[in-house]
């Protein structure tokens, strides 16, 4: 059983940064990880998601603006968001699954967290 904890959720304004984190038990190193967001009123969305060799696939309404990457010390998996907009407001879910692939759907994951909120105030 795979167990993932997320971290880093907050209240910030438009235009700031903020990192939020996942921890993941078990073989941290075959996973691929992603992150998807649900906002208020909307189904869940992906973001982004990074293969165990490092290669990272975004979607388009976060590519230049949000970066995830892994750090396989410490089994941990961050999502970098930068220029937040309104519109980033959401529950942050992160993902993890043993497919070897970029994997962008939400049936293709196993494991999920139970989410942090991040809100960004215009």
Known sequence: QVQLVESGGGLVQAGDSLRVSCRASGTFTTYTM?????????E????ATIRRDGITYYADSVKGRFTISRDN?????????????????????????????????ERDYTYWGQGTQVTVSS
């Open 34 to 42: 992603g992150w998807f967001r649900q906002a208020p009123g909307k």
């Open 44 to 47: 869940r969305a992906f973001v």
């Open 73 to 105: 010390a410490k089994n941990t998996v961050y999502l970098q968001m930068n220029s937040l907009e309104p519109e980033d407001t959401a529950v942050y879910y992160c993902a993890a699954d043993w497919k070897y692939s970029l994997i962008t759907t």
